[in-house]
């Protein structure tokens, strides 16, 4: 299946201070990549979906100038967590889809983001 | 809009006992449907998938689910569970329109007993 790479897996930050994770699809083109949140013992909720090159589209509740998405390229996509909180400390998913004949999107295996 | 329900936020079995993990969907067009298992502090790895075709659908370890259209569920079961089965389960339903948007169910954890 098609690989999805996210960077990094695990980051600890100081709360004030922003965070940048990226999302590579590496062997396809993806056209469209979506990000998920994931709280302790919860399920993942899609936080945005962006399409490359135009603005990402933000689920409902997802602060947009909290959480930058940029999808430059049709291998990159990535998620700026903007003056980090601990209440922003959670696992965060990528997942990219080439919207050909491929049947699903692909995930990444996610990077765990502690605030402190 | 679409959505999945998981039936159950814990299931748990003894070991080589029956696995059934219940998931039920709501989609105004067909849906994909998706089974993921996601072990502690680890990303999602795909058990099976429902594109349309076949309506029983085998998966990695030993794992299937049946779509039925009628009952608009997706269960997913093993014959015979082992102690590794133990994980978080998520359904989850995607639309080609969407781009693949995947939503996803609640979630259900399996506790294996030996």
């Known amino acids: 299946g098609a690989v999805v790479s996210q960077h990094p897996s695990r980051v600890i930050c100081k709360s004030g201070t922003s965070v940048k994770i990226e999302c590579r699809s590496l062997?396809?083109?993806?056209?469209?990549m979506f990000w998920y949140r994931q709280f302790p013992k919860q399920s993942l909720m899609l936080m945005a979906t962006?399409?490359?090159?135009?603005?990402?589209?933000?689920e409902q509740g997802v602060e947009k100038d909290k959480f930058l998405i940029n999808h430059a390229s049709l291998t990159l996509s990535t998620l700026t967590v903007t003056s980090a909180h601990p209440e922003d400390s959670s696992f965060y998913i990528c997942?990219?889809?080439?919207?050909?004949?491929?049947?699903?999107?692909?995930f990444g295996q996610g990077t765990r983001l502690t605030v402190v | 809009a679409q959505s999945v329900t998981q039936l159950g936020s814990h299931v748990s079995v003894s070991e080589g006992a029956l696995v059934l993990l219940r998931c039920n969907y709501s989609?105004?067009?067909?849906?994909?449907l998706f089974w993921y298992v996601q072990y502690p502090n680890q990303g999602l790895q795909l058990l099976l998938k429902y594109t349309s075709a076949a309506t029983l659908v085998k998966g990695i370890n030993g794992f299937e689910a049946e779509f039925k259209k009628s009952e608009t569920s997706f269960h997913l079961t093993k014959p015979s569970a082992h102690m590794s089965d133990a994980a978080e389960y998520f359904c989850?339903?995607?639309?080609?329109?969407?781009?693949?948007?995947?939503?996803f169910g609640a979630g259900t954890r399996l506790f294996v007993k030996a």
């Open positions: 989609s105004s067009v067909p849906p994909y």
């Open positions: 962006s399409n490359e090159g135009s603005k990402a589209t933000y």
């Open positions: 989850a339903v995607s639309l080609h329109t969407g781009g693949f948007k995947t939503i």
């Open positions: 997942s990219a889809s080439s919207g050909q004949a491929n049947t699903e999107a692909f």
């Open positions: 062997d396809f083109q993806a056209t469209t």
